[in-house]
């Protein structure tokens, strides 16, 4: 007469199951992490960006209201000194001029990222 025996565990196929489902997890899931990547440096540079333009607004009207405060504005790559604390680190403006009293559209670079990321703020220039 035969005798059975209680085995245990899982069988081959059940086990190799497993392992596909954790690769097509893993192959949809790794490509959204790097896109996270991308829009965190997407949204650091839009803050960035944003204070500089914020900065360039205060400084215009702190020098409209009184010449001796503020500071002298008249390309884009001014903005990082007017913010508090200094220029950013990382962080790169193209210069381009701007006539007193206009505005003109300014451009921020986040260095060492690829793809490349940018953002624009609103210059204001004044003497």
Do not use: H, W
Request: hydrophobic share 50%; aromatic share 4%.
């Amino acid at each position: 007469m035969k005798t059975l025996r209680n085995e245990k565990g899982f069988t081959l196929i059940e086990l190799v199951m497993v392992i596909v489902i954790l690769g097509i997890m893993a192959a949809v899931a790794i490509p959204q992490f790097t896109n996270l990547s991308n829009e965190a440096n997407q949204a650091a540079t839009n803050g960035v960006a944003g204070a500089m333009g914020s900065a360039m607004a205060t400084n215009f009207a702190a020098r409209t209201a009184n010449n001796a405060l503020g500071a002298a504005v008249d390309n884009c790559d001014d903005a990082e000194t007017l913010l508090l604390g200094g220029a950013m680190a990382g962080y790169t403006v193209t210069a381009g001029a701007i006539a007193p009293g206009a505005t003109a559209t300014c451009t921020v670079t986040k260095d060492g990222t690829a793809p490349a990321v940018t953002a624009t703020f609103m210059g204001v220039g004044i003497n």
